[in-house]
């Protein structure tokens, strides 16, 4: 089979091929149809259809006789600990976990916030909730309290599960307390909370509200798995927009179903007993779909990685795990390998370790810079696949389908669309553009199975900021390109929105923070090119007129305010106070002409600005932090 021949017969007939796709989903009553489009441009997937998550990702394994299977392997160089979960141990817990819920009154669509770190109890809560039909909201435990207190206001969770603390190298870090914090804080309370206590750092329990992990499931009726409809939300992700209020996204339960393994098999050539590894953290959408669900639903082992992929303690610790688990694909972030070839620049640690079983290297989350894509096919002489997506969508919009076809890898792009995703490019007015130019890059609904049908809270949000700039399209907020064969390339986002690390971050959320300090009267956040990272903040402060505190001061408030307010995972470390900001005489702040003189590119001067001596200032106090300081990786 042809990647084309798939392609066209999506094409052909959308209908046809994705209810063929649902055929390899384990019903309690499947669809009658697809798509359901009456409501459009609200499309919806196996509306109709009854059926469980968790018996998909576990259950239906067992009783095909892969009970002794490792369902899920635990790897923490931090702990030292390696320990498997077969099918059967995870089914169990699951179950009791759920009947647990169940029995503290959680129902079908109730939400649970789940704060945890990289431990298999942070899938195991994500599934527990999947069997009963709760709705999870998993935060990543590199966020602060404050973030987690507005999601709780925003989901409104019945419960929280987390864990006493994380481990970061060097570093305990107290989830614990930051969850108390957050409940302070927020205006919703939810009702109770399971926490899970783990040796290096046993929490203070708040008596009557919050219960340790294993009391709270002793002597429980294990539950059964729930059948909820097929546009039933399973989860609700938030991620960062442009304002400080983050989205949350909703996934619903059978088009989820239906993509993920549609892709584990099509996308990653992943099938029941073979060993995937995506090496990202369960508090964001990789971690959702490929950590915990993809690989789980398509019977498969996942790993669950506390570690980072240099100083825990080597830069070995990546391929070291993929040989001692036989990793057939492995998933990461380019940063992750821009970090390890920082410190094994020859490759000398992968030569250690014997990665026979090794087919494949998938990477996304960010723009694969060249050097690194091509230093990683030389070490480990495997395909290195570079594929686009977003939390949005869940899974991948573009890259190149192993499991059908190896297209031949242009570096640089993550490859071609997939089936379901009719990607154009489009110029401002909406209109397609030539292969080879520059423009937004925009989907036709409807958006496959497995994609966001809203977001929680917030229809207007959702047609506003993704279905109203383009009437037709869903908007990516990306920009790039398309060749003459398809091929997408990535340049850049359309908004105020960065990458750093991998991790996507709002600017506008930073500004919100630094305008916040007493001494600040105005200030712009601008995501600034760097090797390791892709991007890091900048943070440019006006201070109002009489404030006679040290700028040096206030720049640290400013760090430690982010820091406190967003979490560590904002890495905001560079801040300078300057007099007045770059604007458009309608006062709009030029951010992307500050972003292009911190990189060092050249810039057009705006047509609408308002005193172009400012960017001189701006570059100045660019200068004093060491910007530029190299041409950006991706450039
Ligand atoms: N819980 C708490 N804190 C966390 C955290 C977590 N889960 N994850 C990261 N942090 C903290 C880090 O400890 C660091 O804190 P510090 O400022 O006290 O040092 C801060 O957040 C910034 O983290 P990060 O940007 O990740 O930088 P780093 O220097 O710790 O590590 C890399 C650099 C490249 C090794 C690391 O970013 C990495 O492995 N990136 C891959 C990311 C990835 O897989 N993303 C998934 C997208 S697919
Ligand atoms: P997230 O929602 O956190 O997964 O971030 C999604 C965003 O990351 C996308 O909109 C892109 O801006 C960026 N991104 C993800 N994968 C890639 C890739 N392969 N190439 C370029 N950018 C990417």
């Not at 409940?183 to 008596?207: G, Y």
């Not at 089936?419 to 989907?443: C, F, M, N, Q, W």
Request: glycine share 8%; aromatic share 8%.
């Amino acid at each position: 089979m042809r990647y084309k021949d798939v392609r066209d017969a999506w094409k052909a007939d959308p209908e046809a091929f994705w209810m063929q796709a649902a055929d390899e989903i384990s019903w309690d009553r499947p669809p009658s149809k697809a798509l359901f489009d009456a409501d459009h441009p609200n499309y919806e997937w196996f509306s109709d259809g009854m059926v469980n998550t968790c018996w998909n990702a576990v259950d239906r394994h067992v009783e095909a006789g892969r009970g002794d299977q490792i369902a899920i392997q635990h790897e923490s160089p931090i702990t030292h600990a390696t320990k498997g979960v077969t099918y059967t141990e995870l089914r169990d817990r699951v179950a009791t976990l759920a009947g647990a819920l169940k029995m503290r009154g959680i129902e079908k669509g109730d939400r649970v916030i789940i704060y945890m770190p990289m431990i298999p109890e942070a899938l195991i809560a994500m599934l527990a909730c999947a069997r009963i039909g709760a709705i999870h909201c998993v935060v990543f435990g590199g966020f602060a309290a404050a973030e987690l207190a507005v999601r709780i206001d925003d989901c409104t969770p019945k419960a929280i599960i987390a864990a006493s603390c994380g481990l970061e190298p060097g570093r305990v870090v107290h989830y614990k307390p930051l969850v108390d914090a957050a409940i302070d804080q927020a205006q919703h309370k939810p009702e109770f909370c399971v926490i899970f206590q783990r040796e290096q750092e046993v929490a203070k329990l708040t008596p009557g509200r919050d219960f340790s992990w294993h009391g709270f499931q002793y002597g429980v009726k294990a539950a059964d798995c729930i059948p909820v409809e097929g546009n039933h939300p399973a989860y609700i992700l938030y991620t960062s927009g442009t304002t400080g209020q983050p989205k949350g996204v909703v996934r619903h339960t059978a088009g989820h179903l239906v993509a993920l393994q549609w892709s584990m098999k099509n996308i990653y050539n992943i099938e029941a007993g073979d060993r995937f590894w995506a090496a990202s953290d369960v508090g964001w959408v990789v971690g959702h779909s490929y950590i915990c669900y993809g690989p789980l639903i398509a019977g498969a082992t996942t790993v669950v990685f506390e570690g980072k992929p240099v100083g825990t303690p080597h830069p070995g610790a990546f391929w070291r795990t993929i040989q001692n688990m036989r990793i057939k694909s492995f998933f990461t972030a380019p940063t992750a390998l821009r970090a390890i070839r920082r410190e094994d620049p020859k490759g000398e640690w992968i030569k250690r370790y014997k990665l026979h079983d090794l087919q494949a290297l998938f990477l996304a989350g960010e723009r694969a810079d060249p050097d690194t894509i091509k230093w990683a096919q030389e070490h480990l002489n495997v395909p290195v696949i570079d594929h686009w997506w977003q939390t949005e969508t869940g899974w991948a919009i573009a890259a190149n389908p192993l499991g059908i076809e190896r297209l031949p890898v242009k570096i640089g792009s993550p490859s071609v669309a997939m089936p379901g995703y009719d990607v154009r490019v489009l110029d401002e007015g909406g209109h397609v553009v030539k292969s080879g130019t520059l423009g937004a890059i925009a989907i036709k609904l409807p958006l496959p199975p497995g994609t966001l049908p809203t977001l929680w809270n917030a229809q207007d949000r959702f047609r506003t900021s993704y279905l109203q700039q383009f009437p037709g399209y869903y908007e990516t907020g990306d920009a790039g390109y398309m060749d003459d064969d398809g091929y997408l390339y990535i340049m850049a986002r359309t908004d105020d929105v960065i990458n750093v690390a991998g991790h996507r971050l709002s600017t506008g959320a930073m500004e919100e923070v630094l305008a916040a300090h007493p001494d600040v009267a105005e200030c712009a956040v601008i995501g600034a090119a760097d090797p390791l990272k892709g991007q890091v903040p900048i943070g440019f402060v006006c201070l109002n007129t009489g404030t006679t505190k040290p700028h040096q001061q206030i720049i640290q408030d400013c760090v430690q305010m982010m820091r406190d307010q967003i979490g560590p995972v904002a890495a905001f470390k560079l801040g300078c106070v300057v007099d007045r900001l770059p604007k458009t005489r309608s006062g709009k702040i030029l951010r992307a002409t500050m972003a292009k003189i911190a990189d060092g590119e050249p810039f057009r001067m705006p047509a609408t600005i308002d005193d172009p001596a400012i960017l001189d200032e701006v570059s100045m106090a660019l200068r004093a932090l060491g910007y530029p300081n190299f041409k950006g990786h991706a450039a």
